[in-house]
C-alpha cells in the first residue's frame, strides 16, 4: 500500500486505533491456550487522568503488547474505581452538593451521572494513547456484577467469621466524616508545641510535670503513663493526679511505650488522641471519655471547650491554662502527624460501631502469600513486607458515607440480632430492601445497615469482578491467577494487600503471578508527584498527544523502568517524536528497493556488512526479548534505540547503499535480503513501545498482501496481533 511521504500522526494514529478496534485485534479469545492476563488498574474517578497516569498505563500496555506479539492470548481489561469516598468528593467539589443538601437517593443519581461522564473521557485518552485494551470486558466497582461479587465476598468472610463488627476506636476523617484504614492514613511532618502543665498528686500537692502537643484532649484524660525504668516516676506509678483545670483524678501507670525522653517522660493518656492511647485503653482497661464528634468539633463532655473545632479548641485551652498560671513551659517540637491522605486532614479517633476484616491473626500467612508472588522490581516486596510486619488493625471497611456497595446486613428490631442477606438476594440494597426471611427470633421488623463498604473492599476483588468469578466460571478458571497485576507504589498497603487478603481468605491462592510496580510521574516545577484531585499536573494528557503524538508519549513514559519515578519532560517527548520522524524516513528509504521484493527462505550471498547488522539483530532479538520477559521495558528501548541510530541508520545504511542502488554490484541481493529482515525486524522490536508508526510502515511494506495464503480474508494482518 506504500508509505506516505511523511508521517503525520494526528491523522494516522486516531485511523490506526479505530481500524484495531473494527477488527477487533485486541480481542481476547475464551478457550484458547497459552492465557496472559492483566489485572489492569481500575484509575478511581476522583477528577481528570493526567500524565502520571500516561506513565504508568503505558508500562502496562508494554507488556500486554509484547506477550501478545510472542503469542499469548492477552486478556487485557479496563475498569472503573467509582465507588466510594473519591466519586462522592468529585460530585461535592464539581457540583457543590453533599448528600445532606439533596439527599441520599439523589446524591447517588448525581454519583453514577458524574462517574459515567467522567470514564467516558477515560477510554477517549487511553484509546487515544493506543493502549490495546479488550473493551469488551470493561466494568464498574458500582455496577451490578461488581456489587454481588463485593456483597458475596462478604457473605462468605461472614460465615467464616473473618469479619466482624464492634464499637471500637476507628480512624475517623472530621473532613470527610468517615472511619477510613490504616493504609489511608499517611505521615505529615509539621511544627506544633509541648505545652507543660502542673498535674497535682492527690493528698501532697507535689506537682508532676506532663508536656502534651494536645492540650484540647485534657477532659479526656484517662491515665498517665510512665516507663517502668524511669527512676525519677517510679516512686509515682499506682498514685492519682488530678488533670489541671479540669479536676479530674486519674491513676499514674507504667508502660514500656513511655518515652523518658519524650516531653518530662510522663505521657498523659486520653481517649484518643493517638493508637498508643488506643492500645493502653485495650490493654489496660480504662474508661472512656470521648470528647470529640464526627464533625470535629469537641462535645458535651469537654466542658468548657464544647462545639469548638479542635483547632480553636486547642487555643482556647491554653489561653485558660495560663490565665490560671498552670502552664509551665511553652516550646516548639517537629511533630509528626496522621493524616488523611485524600484530604490532609488531621485524624482522630472515633468509638463508633464499625465493620473489620480480620488481618492481624493472619500476618505470618500475608507474607508467605506475597513472597509467592514475583515483585518488578524484586524491592518493592519490602514495602509490602514492612507494611504487613507493623499492621496494628484489623481492616476497617465500613464508610460512613452514601455512594458505594451497601452490607447485605439488617439488624432485628427486636433481639438486635444481625441478619445477613441470602446469596440468591444478592445484589441488595438494604436500605430499601427486606431480607427475604424473618429473623431467628421470628422477628419482621428490622434496622438496614445504613454504612456503605470502603471502596478498596470492592477493588480487592479486580480478578474476581473482571473474571467474572459468579457470571463465567470457565472464563475465570483460564485467566485466575492472573498473570500480572501492575499498580503503582503507594498503594501497595491496600490495593496489592487488600487483594492478597481476599485471595486468601476466599481462596487460599495468590491472586497473580507477577507484579509490577510503577513509579510517580513527577511534574518539573518540583511540585512533586501530580494527582487528578489537586490540579492535575502541567500539561494535560491529550493536549501533550495534540502537540506530538502518542507514540512521542509513550517513548517518554518507556524511558524509565518500573519502580522509578519520572520527571515530565517535554524535551524527552520531542525525542520521541524525532526518532518516529527517523523511523518513518529510514523505512521510506528502504521502500523504493523493497516494493517489489519477496525475501527467499534462505538468505543469498551476503557481504561482511550485512553479515555484521544481520548478527547484531540477532543478538538484539534475545536480549530485547529476555529484558521484556523480565519487565524491563526501559532497558530494552535503549537497546532497540541505539541499534537502530548507530548500527541500521548511521552505518548500515550508508555501507549498502550503493548496492541498493545499482543490480549489477556483488551483494545487491544481500544487502535487499538484510535491508528486508533488520528493518522488519526492528519495526517488530519497536512496536510494543511505537505501536502506531510502526503499524503503518509494517502495513506499508511487510503485511502480506489482501488474498495471499498468509493473510486475513477480510483484513491484512496486524503487527499487534498473535494471530
Known amino acids: 500500500m506504500g508509505l506516505a511521504k511523511n508521517f503525520d500522526p494526528h491523522t494516522a494514529e486516531t485511523r490506526l486505533q479505530q481500524a484495531w478496534l473494527d477488527e477487533g485485534v485486541y480481542h481476547f479469545t475464551p478457550g484458547a491456550p497459552k492465557v496472559y492476563a492483566i489485572d489492569t488498574p481500575p484509575p478511581t474517578v476522583s477528577g481528570f487522568l493526567h500524565l502520571g497516569h500516561v506513565y504508568s498505563y503505558s508500562q502496562t500496555d508494554f507488556m500486554a503488547r509484547f506477550w501478545r506479539m510472542r503469542g499469548y492470548n492477552v486478556f487485557y481489561p479496563m475498569g472503573y474505581d467509582d465507588n466510594g469516598l473519591p466519586t462522592e468528593r468529585l460530585v461535592e467539589r464539581q457540583l457543590g452538593i453533599t448528600a445532606t443538601q439533596v439527599g441520599r437517593q439523589a446524591f447517588i443519581e448525581k454519583c453514577l451521572q458524574v462517574s459515567e461522564e467522567a470514564e467516558k473521557e477515560y477510554q477517549a485518552l487511553w484509546q487515544r494513547l493506543g493502549l490495546s485494551i479488550d473493551w469488551r470486558y470493561s466494568y464498574r466497582t458500582i455496577d451490578t456484577l461488581s456489587r454481588r461479587t463485593s456483597q458475596l465476598s462478604f457473605l462468605d468472610l461472614y460465615h467464616k467469621g473473618l469479619v466482624y463488627r464492634r464499637q471500637a476506636p476507628a480512624i475517623w476523617c472530621p473532613e470527610c466524616r468517615t472511619a477510613i484504614a490504616q493504609a489511608e492514613v499517611n505521615d505529615l511532618d509539621r511544627e506544633s508545641e509541648f505545652v507543660t502543665l502542673p498535674f497535682r498528686l492527690r493528698g501532697d500537692g507535689e506537682i508532676v510535670p506532663i508536656a502534651t502537643t494536645r492540650p484540647e484532649l485534657l477532659p479526656a484524660c484517662v491515665a498517665v503513663f510512665v516507663h517502668p525504668g524511669d527512676a525519677r516516676f517510679r516512686h509515682l506509678v499506682g498514685r492519682q493526679v488530678q488533670v489541671p483545670l479540669f479536676g479530674l483524678e486519674v491513676p499514674i501507670l507504667e508502660d514500656a511505650r513511655a518515652d523518658p525522653a519524650k516531653g518530662t517522660g510522663a505521657v498523659m493518656c486520653c481517649t484518643f488522641g493517638d493508637t498508643t492511647d488506643v492500645e493502653w485503653w485495650y490493654e489496660h482497661h480504662l474508661p472512656l471519655r470521648a470528647i470529640i464528634g464526627r464533625d470535629g468539633r469537641l462535645t458535651e463532655g469537654a466542658g468548657l471547650l464544647a462545639g469548638l473545632p479542635v483547632a480553636e479548641a486547642r487555643r482556647r485551652v491554653v489561653a485558660a491554662l495560663a490565665g490560671q498560671e498552670l502552664v509551665l513551659e511553652r516550646r516548639s517540637t517537629p511533630q509528626t502527624v496522621r493524616v488523611h491522605e485524600r484530604c490532609d486532614t488531621p485524624v482522630e479517633y472515633i468509638v463508633a460501631d464499625q465493620w473489620f476484616v480480620r488481618v492481624l491473626d493472619f500476618k505470618e500467612a500475608f507474607l508467605a502469600a506475597g513472597a509467592q508472588v514475583t515483585w518488578h522490581p524484586e524491592h518493592m516486596q519490602a514495602r509490602y513486607r514492612e507494611w504487613v510486619e507493623n499492621l496494628r488493625w484489623d481492616w476497617c471497611i465500613s464508610r460512613q458515607r452514601y455512594f458505594g456497595v451497601t452490607f447485605p446486613v439488617w439488624y432485628c428490631n427486636q433481639c438486635g440480632e444481625v441478619t445477613v442477606a441470602d446469596a440468591a438476594q444478592l445484589p441488595v440494597d438494604p436500605t430499601y430492601e427486606a431480607p427475604d426471611q424473618p429473623c431467628t427470633c421470628g422477628s419482621t421488623s428490622f434496622t438496614p445497615e445504613q454504612d456503605v463498604m470502603d471502596t478498596w473492599a470492592t477493588?480487592?476483588?479486580?480478578?474476581?469482578?473482571?473474571?467474572?468469578?459468579?457470571?463465567?466460571?470457565?472464563?475465570?478458571?483460564?485467566?485466575?491467577?492472573?498473570?500480572?497485576?501492575?499498580?503503582?507504589?503507594?498503594?501497595?498497603?491496600?490495593?496489592?494487600?487488600?487483594?492478597?487478603?481476599?485471595?486468601?481468605?476466599?481462596?487460599?491462592?495468590?491472586?497473580?503471578?507477577?507484579?509490577?510496580?510503577?513509579?510517580?510521574?513527577?511534574?518539573?516545577?518540583?511540585?512533586?508527584?501530580?494527582?487528578?484531585?489537586?490540579?492535575?499536573?502541567?500539561?494535560?494528557?491529550?493536549?501533550?498527544?495534540?502537540?506530538?503524538?502518542?507514540?512521542?508519549?509513550?517513548?517518554?513514559?518507556?524511558?524509565?523502568?518500573?519502580?522509578?519515578?519520572?520527571?515530565?519532560?517535554?524535551?524527552?517527548?520531542?525525542?520521541?517524536?524525532?526518532?518516529?520522524?527517523?523511523?518513518?524516513?529510514?523505512?521510506?528509504?528502504?521502500?523504493?528497493?523493497?516494493?517489489?521484493?519477496?525475501?527467499?527462505?534462505?538468505?543469498?550471498?551476503?557481504?561482511?556488512?550485512?553479515?555484521?547488522?544481520?548478527?547484531?539483530?540477532?543478538?538484539?532479538?534475545?536480549?530485547?526479548?529476555?529484558?521484556?520477559?523480565?519487565?524491563?521495558?526501559?532497558?530494552?528501548?535503549?537497546?532497540?534505540?541505539?541499534?537502530?541510530?548507530?548500527?541500521?541508520?548511521?552505518?548500515?545504511?550508508?555501507?549498502?547503499?550503493?548496492?541498493?542502488?545499482?543490480?549489477?554490484?556483488?551483494?545487491?541481493?544481500?544487502?535487499?535480503?538484510?535491508?528486508?529482515?533488520?528493518?522488519?525486524?526492528?519495526?517488530?522490536?519497536?512496536?510494543?513501545?511505537?505501536?502506531?508508526?510502526t503499524e503503518a510502515i509494517y502495513q506499508g511494506l511487510f503485511a502480506p498482501a489482501p488474498g495471499t495464503a498468509t493473510a486475513s480474508a477480510t483484513a491484512p494482518i496486524s503487527l499487534h496481533t498473535s494471530r
Open 459 to 693: 477493588s480487592s476483588l479486580t480478578p474476581q469482578i473482571v473474571g467474572r468469578w459468579l457470571a463465567d466460571p470457565e472464563l475465570y478458571g483460564q485467566v485466575f491467577p492472573f498473570s500480572l497485576r501492575p499498580q503503582a507504589h503507594e498503594i501497595i498497603r491496600t490495593w496489592a494487600f487488600y487483594t492478597i487478603v481476599k485471595s486468601f481468605h476466599h481462596f487460599g491462592a495468590v491472586p497473580w503471578k507477577d507484579i509490577a510496580i510503577s513509579g510517580w510521574a513527577l511534574a518539573p516545577e518540583g511540585m512533586g508527584k501530580i494527582s487528578k484531585s489537586r490540579g492535575g499536573g502541567p500539561v494535560a494528557p491529550l493536549a501533550m498527544i495534540e502537540r506530538y503524538s502518542a507514540d512521542a508519549l509513550r517513548y517518554w513514559a518507556a524511558s524509565t523502568s518500573f519502580g522509578k519515578d519520572a520527571v515530565i519532560s517535554e524535551e524527552k517527548v520531542q525525542i520521541g517524536g524525532k526518532l518516529v520522524t527517523k523511523l518513518w524516513n529510514v523505512a521510506r528509504f528502504c521502500e523504493r528497493f523493497l516494493q517489489d521484493y519477496t525475501r527467499p527462505p534462505q538468505p543469498p550471498q551476503l557481504s561482511p556488512a550485512d553479515r555484521w547488522i544481520l548478527s547484531n539483530i540477532q543478538r538484539l532479538v534475545r536480549r530485547v526479548t529476555e529484558l521484556f520477559q523480565g519487565y524491563d521495558y526501559a532497558a530494552a528501548k535503549s537497546d532497540i534505540e541505539a541499534f537502530f541510530w548507530r548500527d541500521l541508520a548511521d552505518n548500515y545504511l550508508e555501507m549498502a547503499k550503493q548496492r541498493l542502488y545499482d543490480p549489477a554490484r556483488a551483494y545487491h541481493e544481500g544487502a535487499l535480503y538484510t535491508i528486508h529482515q533488520v528493518l522488519e525486524t526492528t519495526v517488530k522490536l519497536f512496536a510494543p513501545l511505537l505501536p502506531h508508526v
